[in-house]
């Protein structure tokens, strides 16, 4: 028999050491995980966590991110009061105050600015953590104003709009019936490792892989039959490059086509100039290559394709270098097809389950009728045009230059400046404002600058909603209190709806309510849902259908998928191509002086952007921010592992450690962001962005590297 001491040192859930096990969701990273978590639990604190078997998302797996939330949730910056600032913007000098206080300054000062001029000068704004979007979305409607911005501005929508550009519908790859994989910027061993089990699997199955990835990866390493290595963000080229040598073989779909496909004669012409003769100096790969791997795609279809949020979107020509690479999919018949690309529609919060919610319907009933343009429509017009909401990477230009109308307030939920190109613009520009609010867990370099900070908590203190693939919904319940006297998001929101005495009767009634009225046409309920021990199945839920939406009709002008847009087409005020056109996406900056092309972001395991930096377990990982080189550029430049050294743009430099490896291109330097003390967004160009959906250009800007002081 083990003693009390025994069994508590082994963490046994038992009535003699009082561990018990509760269930809840990860949530560091995006609402398209949210892994099931076994939280053991003891006097009210997180002793230790594990996957939840049996889970329809982890089934028991959990990362290195998710078996660090025991150190997430105790932080030490965690906020536990409503904060007031007292000192300078970004001086970090706050008071105490209580919730009654922190409540009625914001709506006082929010009123008085609304009334003065008008709702539009004030801007709601959601990072990273996307959960409590539609009551954040919802909010900013019923205060009066379109001025809603995301992180999403620098995240997945960019593929989105490509892809309802040319089918009107997002669409997933199938990679469990595919027979060839084009893993296009696929990593996920790194960033989704649910993805990275399924690609092992699919791998057993003897599913051929095409890898294209500038760098070498476990990725490349452990899937690749062929890897491509283009420069960063000359994908565009590539791609056009590989639908010429399909178009030019006859490896193409021509009865899928002449019935689906709409533009195809312009866009054949168009990819003749991407060839044998220019392809390698376009893009480094070699000719050869790019047939062997179109090879590949012909004798081994169906075709699925990786859908990339990032890596493919952050250059200033990314989202048509999308386009280029879903016009395969077209060509080669794989769109809405078993083993393709299936078409999909999200349930809730960028999750598509297989069921449909009200989500959108609780958000649309509430769009201000009369208001001003929001931040960005003017100079993003199709991002506008196809997502309606504020462009966040126009915020801080809309603030300093209070052009075409003064922004003059920001209510954020966990903003991070050093999300955005040229951090020390966006620090400013928050100067600048009369009043900015700020709810995050930690208090962050950037909840510095707020005159009210308000204690948010994780995912293990709050009850919440969500639904999974497959056609499951669950509701969590907390299962430790919230620390100090933190709060949900949603409870937060739904109660300042209160004190700005908004006309939103549902919304006032709680964050409980609202999800009664989101899934109402759902047989299951809020109940069911919380009694349930794991995620339940949606009896609405429905199975995909081959063909259906292809076969109905498809929502873009023609009905077809769209190689030539006619959406773009009929708005030449825009001044943008209709066919997926590629331009060299480098910022303007001297190639002599910048010689190097800094790809800035590519996924690390152990960091999520701004936030696990500070997490010790996962910081002792990587103790220092380090950029990786080519051997050969560190061994021209006298560069050793660990020597610092410098990175610098027109805009700025940092100092960081140096890891030559063999695994980067020649001429291309890699760094990770987020971090404090090493901020690789300081050195980016906060005009290099996409003009068809406003990404900033992180992954393909000029720089300079030297040796910095040993
Ligand atoms: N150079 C470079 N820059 C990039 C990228 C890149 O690849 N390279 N990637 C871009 C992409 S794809 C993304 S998604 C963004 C990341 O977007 P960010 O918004 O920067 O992401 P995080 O740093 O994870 O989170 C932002 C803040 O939200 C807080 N937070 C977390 N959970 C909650 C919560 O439940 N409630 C509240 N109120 N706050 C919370 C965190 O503490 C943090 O301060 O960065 C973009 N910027
Ligand atoms: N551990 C961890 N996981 C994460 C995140 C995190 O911060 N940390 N962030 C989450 C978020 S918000 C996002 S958006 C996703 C992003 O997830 P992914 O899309 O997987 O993003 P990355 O890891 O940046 O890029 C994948 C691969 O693309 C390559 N790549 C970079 N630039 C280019 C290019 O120009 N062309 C080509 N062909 N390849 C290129 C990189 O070398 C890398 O190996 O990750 C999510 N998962
Ligand atoms: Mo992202």
Not at 72 to 93: C, N, W
Not at 105 to 122: N, P, T
Not at 285 to 309: D, K, T, W
Request: proline share 6%.
């Amino acid at each position: 028999m083990e003693t009390r001491e025994e069994l508590l040192r082994a963490k046994i859930p038992c009535p003699e050491t009082g561990i018990e096990i509760k269930r809840t969701l990860c949530a560091i990273c995006s609402p398209s995980f949210h892994c099931g978590v076994d939280a053991y639990v003891r006097d009210g604190r997180i002793i230790k966590v594990e996957g939840t078997e049996g889970h329809p998302m982890n089934d028991g797996l959990l990362c290195t991110k998710g078996l660090s939330n025991r150190e997430y949730i105790y932080r030490k910056d965690r906020i536990l009061t409503p904060l007031k600032r007292v000192g300078r913007r970004g001086e970090g000098k706050f008071q105490e105050i209580t919730w009654e206080e922190a409540y009625r300054e914001i709506a006082d000062r929010l009123l008085a600015i609304r009334a003065q001029d008008g709702a539009d000068s004030v801007l709601f704004f959601g990072g990273y953590s996307k959960w409590f979007r539609p009551w954040l979305h919802r909010l900013a409607f019923s205060f009066g104003t379109e001025n809603y911005a995301t992180e999403s501005s620098t995240c997945f929508t960019s593929g989105l709009m490509a892809w309802k550009v040319a089918t009107g519908r997002p669409a997933r790859p199938d990679m469990e019936h595919c027979g060839v994989f084009l893993g296009w910027a696929f990593n996920p061993y790194h960033s989704r490792y649910l993805n990275g089990k399924r690609a092992d699997e699919a791998k057993a199955r003897g599913v051929k892989f095409i890898i294209v990835d500038p760098r070498e990866t476990p990725a490349t390493e452990k899937l690749a039959d062929i890897h491509l290595r283009p420069v960063g963000g000359t994908d565009g080229a590539l791609a056009l490059g590989m639908a010429n040598i399909l178009i030019e073989n006859g490896w193409i779909d021509r009865d899928y086509i002449e019935r689906y496909v709409s533009g195809f004669e312009a866009f054949a012409e168009y990819v003749r100039q991407f060839n044998a003769d220019n392809l390698e100096a376009l893009t480094g790969v070699p000719y050869e290559q790019a047939l062997a791997a179109c090879r590949l795609i012909h004798e081994n279809g169906p075709l699925s394709v990786n859908e990339s949020s990032a890596p493919l979107a952050h250059h200033k020509n990314g989202m048509q270098n999308y386009r280029a690479i879903m016009a395969l999919t077209a060509l080669t018949g794989s769109y809405d097809r078993v083993g393709g690309q299936r078409p999909s529609l999200h349930t809730y919060v960028h999750q598509s389950s297989g069921f449909q919610t009200r989500e959108e319907e609780f958000v649309e009933e509430k769009r201000p009728k009369a208001c001003k343009e929001p931040v960005g429509k003017p100079r993003f017009p199709l991002w506008y045009h196809l997502e309606r909401e504020a462009q966040a990477m126009d915020i801080a230009r809309q603030i300093t230059e209070g052009k075409p109308y003064p922004i003059r307030a920001v209510f954020a939920c966990g903003m991070n400046a050093r999300m955005f190109p040229d951090t020390e613009y966006v620090k400013e520009a928050l100067k600048k404002l009369d009043f900015f609010v700020d709810a995050d867990l930690f208090l962050t370099d950037t909840a510095k600058y707020a005159d009210i900070v308000l204690p948010a908590c994780s995912s293990f203190e709050r009850g919440e909603f969500k639904t999974y693939p497959g056609g499951y919904a669950t509701y969590t319940e907390p299962v430790i209190p919230p620390l100090g006297q933190s709060k949900s998001d949603a409870d937060i929101l739904c109660e300042l709806a209160g004190y700005l005495d908004l006309d939103d009767p549902l919304l006032r009634s709680g964050y409980e309510n609202c999800v009664r009225d989101i899934i109402r046409d759902l047989s299951v309920t809020v109940e069911e849902l919380k009694a349930a021990d794991l995620p339940v199945l949606v009896p609405e839920r429905e199975p995909y259908a081959e063909g259906a939406y292809i076969e109905g009709g498809m929502d873009t002008p023609s009905g077809k998928f769209e190689l030539d847009s006619l959406v773009i087409q009929a708005h030449p005020e825009w001044g943008l191509d209709s066919l997926p056109t590629y331009r060299c996406s480098l910022n303007q900056a001297d190639e002599t002086d910048y010689p190097f092309i800094l790809c800035a972001g590519a996924r690390i395991p152990h960091a999520l952007h701004s936030r696990l930096h500070d997490v010790p377990w996962l910081r002792s990982l990587r103790p220092e921010p380090e950029a990786d080189l080519a051997l050969c550029d560190a061994e021209r430049l006298g560069i050793k592992k660990g020597d610092k050294i410098q990175l610098f743009t027109a805009v700025g430099s940092i100092e960081v450690k140096a890891n030559p490896t063999a695994r980067v291109l020649p001429g291309m330097v890699h760094m990770y962001h987020g971090y404090r003390e090493a901020d690789v967004n300081s050195l980016m160009d906060r005009d290099n962005l996409d003009p068809y959906c406003g990404f900033p250009g992180f992954r393909s800007t000029r720089c300079g590297v030297r040796k910095g002081e040993n």
